[in-house]
């Protein structure tokens, strides 16, 4: 009788046993599993959810927050179709720029009876992802010249105005702060300098002056808003003018150790300009020049 009790035992206890090895056996394949799903299924809908033409106008990443949801739900509602249906998704922050997500998945096992008690466990896992890039030149060999430096030395050249005010026969700006264009103020470019400006002449046109009154509280940092006389004409600027430092338009880079200019100030403004001229039009009550800048600067050329 003894014999029997212990075979039956022994065969309570091997059920037992099978069964927590199998209760185990899928919890660790149920989150080995559910790990790389979520860990290649984020990546590749992130991938999809990249704004291109973000990326190809600044050069920086960003994702689209429904594209990614909607992309990361399908992806994963095909990949676990024939695993199961229980599974919950949460999204904990999902961050345009730069690229980061936090996604938690929970996947439950089955049922299981051990000593007449029901048990069920919880699969859980959370990733926080960040998507990174790399430039165009990052692979290169020691004799290229972008080794070890991904940056591109580039130029720029983008057209000013300046409307000053005349007094007596003299026009002229005494050393003003300028901005740089707005193409140029972008994360992936640096080091950007004045190289040299051209003087292209008066404005003759009053189509010409409505552009310059237009940009001259964007070109300018510390114009005054609304400080702008908007009514003046072509008529209302000099006919001619004779521009002083053998012609030219004086400049100063705050960034370098070049010539410096009286009256600027590199603790408020990175770069300034002067000009004077003289005409015999005094009549007038302004001028109106025409001139180019020319930027250089370096690039971060990204790979498309």
Not at 93 to 106: G, H
Not at 257 to 278: A, E, F, P
Request: negative net charge; hydrophobic residues 35%; contains cysteine.
């Amino acid at each position: 009788m003894k014999w029997s009790f212990l075979s039956l035992g022994i065969i309570v206890l091997g059920i037992t046993g099978v069964a927590i090895i199998l209760l185990f056996q899928q919890i660790t394949t149920s989150n080995e599993r559910d790990y790389y799903l979520l860990k290649e299924i984020t990546e590749a809908s992130m991938i999809d959810a990249i704004d291109i033409s973000y990326y190809r106008e600044t050069g920086d990443l960003k994702i689209i927050t429904e594209k990614f949801v909607e992309n990361f739900t399908r992806r994963f509602s095909e990949s676990t179709v024939l695993v199961g249906s229980g599974y919950t998704v949460n999204f904990y922050d999902v961050m345009e720029t730069p690229p980061k997500v936090s996604i938690l998945i929970r996947n439950s096992t089955n049922d299981y009876v051990l000593n007449s008690e029901e048990m069920d466990f919880n699969v859980v896992n959370r990733l926080d992802a960040i998507l990174e890039y790399y430039g165009e030149y990052t692979d290169v060999g020691p004799s290229d010249e972008h080794y070890n430096n991904p940056y591109t030395s580039k130029e720029f050249t983008s057209t000013y105005y300046s409307i000053p005010s005349l007094v007596g026969n003299t026009v002229g700006v005494d050393t003003r702060p300028i901005n740089m264009p707005d193409e140029l103020n972008r994360s992936n470019i640096k080091n950007v300098t004045i190289k040299k400006i051209e003087y292209k002449g008066l404005v003759t046109s009053q189509a010409e002056l409505n552009i310059a009154l237009l940009r001259r509280e964007i070109d300018y940092p510390d114009i005054e808003t609304n400080s702008t006389d908007y009514m003046l004409s072509i008529d209302d600027m000099v006919s001619n003018l004779s521009l002083m430092n053998d012609n030219k338009i004086l400049f100063e880079n705050c960034s370098q150790n070049g010539d410096k200019l009286v009256g600027s100030d590199c603790t408020k403004y990175d770069y300034w300009i002067r000009w004077s001229g003289t005409t015999n039009d005094t009549g007038k009550k302004a001028a109106t020049i025409k001139f180019d800048i020319t930027w250089s600067y370096d690039e971060y050329e990204y790979a498309y």
